[in-house]
């Protein structure tokens, strides 16, 4: 069964830094590209960015620059290191699985993933 259950959210002042992690388990994580997906409160989701199996990453435009996506496949983790906090990056954070095996970088489209997070929330706030 697949299991992904991300952490390290918390309440940060603008401007401030948080590193969320998902750990992964029940599938082979290092074969598999994977994503951080946000909801923000009365909004859909929003896919963030993403990481294939061998690190090679992309990202949304309104977190370029701020947010930086990171995977150690030895410890089945995908990390988002999160800088420069801003008031609108409030949401609750999701990682997801891609659907497909493979050496591709998953997209923004939702329907590439097949499996979700409980989801870490994030508010900044001061």
């Known amino acids: 069964e697949v299991q992904l259950v991300e952490s390290g959210g918390g309440l940060v002042q603008p401007g401030g830094s948080l590193r969320l992690s998902c750990a992964a388990s029940g599938f082979g994580f290092s074969y598999y590209g994977m994503s951080w997906v946000r909801r923000a409160p009365g909004q859909g989701l929003e896919w963030v960015s993403a990481?294939?199996?061998?690190?090679?990453?992309r990202y949304a435009d309104s977190v370029k620059g701020r947010f930086t996506i990171s995977r150690d496949n030895a410890k089945n983790t995908l990390y988002l290191q999160i800088n420069s906090l801003k008031p609108e990056d409030t949401a609750v954070y999701y990682c997801?699985?891609?659907?497909?095996?493979?050496?591709?970088?998953?997209?923004?489209?939702?329907?590439?993933?097949?499996?979700w997070g409980q989801g870490t929330q994030v508010t900044v706030s001061s």
């Open positions: 997801a699985k891609a659907r497909a095996r493979g050496t591709g970088v998953p997209g923004p489209s939702l329907e590439e993933y097949d499996s």
């Open positions: 990481s294939n199996s061998g690190g090679i990453t």
